[in-house]
Structure formats: structure tokens, C-alpha cells
């Protein structure tokens, strides 16, 4: 259907002050706005998401949707990017996303949203061992996006060369001062010996980086995927109890993965291997 505002041309004109001026049309900002949505990648069980229909019924939930509104608001004039952390189901990637989502209408950035897993198959897809490269085309526009949303942080099993490949892309866009929201399911804790903590799954470094280049929000909740779609927030509250006395830390759905050998050792990350990939 052709736009009756601008029949099409994408340009309407309008009079102030007596002078006829041309300018674009509503119709061609909305092209603009559904194509930049269509190459972010948001996963369609997400594409809903949007800060109206957050639901903040607990208190970090409130904080965490906050600082997050906060940080769409300002955008582009943002030097931090956001570490959301919390168990699975609580509503992290809906507030990464309902970020995304008010970045891309209202200021017409380039976003890009990866599930982290799906970002090392494809880059591991074209990485050649020999010359130790990927393709080029793969990495650019995840270095070079705006705004960066790597969802699940911590859930691929580390080796050496996921993390030289994270600390490539998490450094380039900290060096850059790009702005990059994280989710992750596990738990910043101080404790090396800790398999579920964040500093066993992500190593030393990543997680140094991301203390300098993020806000970390810890969010506490229930569990979404479990809940009745019209539990209340007293509802959901009890079952956020209930999660929280089943398992340590409130993390109960996270399992025990196998920590990395070197971690276990004091002073682990003089040794560390990673790097060659990023310097
Ligand atoms: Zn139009």
C-alpha cells in the first residue's frame, strides 16, 4: 500500500514560517527502524520484549529494569554496558532486549544480539586452526555493532580458544568504546573453587574486563518458563522463595559443570593462556 503522506517518495513536504521545506517521511523512518529490528537477530521468542511488559515484582527486578531504562535513555552517550545476572527464566534477556529494542527506534542504531553459544558455532564454523583467523565478515559486525547483546555468558564449555576468541570481541569493543549488555546464569562470587561462579566458567580476564567495561545487576526472581501466565506478583514472589530455599545462592536451576583445571590453582591467572589471538 502506498503511503498517503508521501505517495511513496519518502519525503513529504510541510510550511513553517511561510518557507516550503521538504523532510522525511514517518512511513520511511519506520523502513528504516523494521529493517534495523530485522538484521538484530532478536530470537522471535523475544522480539515481544520491551520495558512495558517487564515484570519488576521484586526489588532487584525493579533496580535492574531501572538502571537499564536509564542506560536506553542515554544512548548513545553511554561509556558502561550492563552484566545481568541472575538464574535462568528471570527475565534477563527481556530486559537485554527491551534495551535493544529502544535503542534501535529511538536512535536508529545498529544492534546486533547473539545467544553466545550460536556466536562461537558460527565464528568456529569459518576458523581456519592452521592460520589460526576467522573470516573476517563473521566478527566485524559483532566488533562493530553499536550495541551488543551476548546472551548465556559462561554457558560454552571453555577451552583456550573460546576464550581467546571472547577476549578478542569483548576487547575490541571495550578498546572501542562500544556499548555491550551481557546476560549470564551464573553468579559473580569471589570463589575460584566455585564451579558455578562466573570467574570458573568466564576466567580471570574476561571477568576483570567486564568489571571495567559493565554495571553488573544481579537480578532475583522466579523462574518465567515455570510460572502460570497469569500468576501476580505475589505469586511469582513465592515461587522466587521457593526457588531461593532449593538451591544455593538462589541459583537452584544452574547445575555443576566441571570447573578448569588451572583455576583451581592460587594464582592461576599469571599462567594464563589465552590472548594471543586479541594482541
Ligand atoms: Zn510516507
Redesign the pocket.
Known amino acids: 500500500m502506498t ?1 498517503p ?2 505517495e ?3 519525503w ?1 513536504a510541510h510550511e513553517r514560517d511561510g518557507v516550503r521545506r521538504v523532510e522525511r ?4 523512518r519506520e523502513q528504516v527502524t523494521a529493517r534495523l529490528f530485522a538484521d538484530a537477530r532478536i530470537p522471535r521468542r523475544y522480539q515481544h520484549c520491551d520495558f512495558t511488559n517487564f515484570r519488576d515484582y521484586s526489588e532487584s527486578l525493579t533496580r535492574a529494569r531501572t538502571r537499564a531504562a536509564k542506560l536506553a535513555d542515554a544512548f548513545p552517550a553511554v561509556d558502561r554496558g550492563l552484566f545481568l545476572e541472575g538464574p535462568p527464566g528471570v527475565g534477563k534477556t527481556h530486559l537485554a532486549v527491551a534495551v535493544l529494542r529502544h535503542v534501535v527506534a529511538a536512535t536508529s542504531a545498529r544492534a546486533l544480539f547473539y545467544d553466545t553459544r550460536d556466536l562461537l558455532r558460527v565464528i568456529r564454523s569459518t576458523y581456519d586452526p592452521v592460520v589460526r583467523t576467522t573470516e573476517i565478515e563473521v566478527l566485524r559486525p559483532v566488533m562493530q555493532a553499536d550495541l551488543l547483546v551476548l546472551d548465556d555468558l559462561g554457558a560454552e564449555k571453555t577451552t583456550e580458544w573460546v576464550e581467546e576468541t571472547l577476549n578478542l570481541i569483548v576487547n575490541t569493543r571495550y578498546n572501542e568504546r562500544r556499548v555491550t549488555l551481557f546476560t549470564s546464569n551464573y553468579p559473580d562470587i569471589p570463589d575460584e573453587t566455585d564451579t558455578n561462579s562466573l570467574l570458573c566458567r568466564i576466567g580471570f580476564r574476561m571477568r576483570s574486563r567486564l568489571h571495567e567495561m559493565c554495571d553488573f545487576l544481579e537480578l532475583r526472581g522466579a523462574d518465567f518458563r515455570f510460572a502460570p501466565a497469569n500468576a501476580t506478583d505475589k505469586e511469582l514472589l513465592s515461587l522466587a522463595e521457593m526457588a531461593r530455599e532449593k538451591g544455593s545462592r538462589g541459583v537452584g536451576a544452574v547445575r555443576p559443570m566441571p570447573a578448569r583445571a588451572q583455576l583451581r590453582e592460587p594464582h592461576a591467572d599469571l599462567k594464563w593462556p589465552g590472548g594471543r589471538a586479541g594482541t
Open positions: 503511503c503522506a508521501c511513496g517518495t519518502g513529504k517521511c514517518d512511513c520511511w
